[in-house]
């Protein structure tokens, strides 16, 4: 009976941690799935994700406000995929922001020419939240005179999107970014700022 039971963890162990590739993008997403235990994203996607937005986000600078357009890629395995995918193409971030206060910051890198045959530069933003909501990986991109990259009008809203896409589900393995952004985060101290 012992040995029974025995068997029985570990093939429901197992079954549990199952994964499946997923090669279409059909809406089930794409990449590796993984089964989670949070109800409101029941599968997360190693290297791919199950769907992307574009979401109005409301800023506020002084007595102005306006919506920025944010891409965000769903059921991530890891909210961080835009972070990496930036620094394995175009090395260290320029900026940190902080809105307000957090550990983790939004990643930006200025003047980045994105595509090899445009000779257009971009500033982006990277981002990503891991939550019992959902799990997302985001970037929000502006061009040298300052437009939102992702506007229902934007002539490169689709070209931005399959970069990011295919960047996404073609991530290395490497670990130097991580070795760096923990570091970064490990030493920045929330009182003295």
């Not at 997403?29 to 996607?45: E, L």
């Not at 939550?131 to 300052?146: L, T």
Request: proline share 3%; charged share 25%; hydrophobic share 35%.
């Amino acid at each position: 009976m012992r040995k029974l039971t025995t068997l029985f963890f570990i093939v429901m162990g197992v079954v549990s941690c199952s994964t499946s590739k997923i090669v279409s993008e059909s809406g089930d997403g794409v990449g590796i799935k993984r089964k989670t235990s949070n109800p409101n994203t029941p599968y997360i996607y190693k290297n791919g994700f199950k769907d992307f937005e574009i979401v109005p986000i409301l800023t506020i600078q002084g007595n102005d406000s306006t919506y920025i357009n944010e891409l965000r890629f769903n059921a991530v395995f890891s909210a961080m995929y835009t972070k990496k995918l930036m620094f394995d193409k175009f090395g260290k971030w320029d900026k940190e922001i902080r809105p307000n206060n957090e550990r983790h910051p939004i990643l930006v890198w200025e003047k980045i020419k994105l595509f090899d045959n445009k000779n257009k530069v971009y500033s982006i933003a990277t981002d990503g939240a891991e939550s019992m909501e959902g799990i997302y990986a985001s970037v929000i991109i502006f061009d040298s005179k300052n437009k939102d990259c992702l506007t229902e009008d934007s002539s490169e809203k689709d070209s931005i999107i399959s970069f990011f896409s295919n960047g996404i589900q073609n991530l290395s393995s490497n670990k130097k970014f991580y070795n760096i952004y923990w570091k970064m985060v490990k030493g920045y101290n929330i009182n003295n700022r």
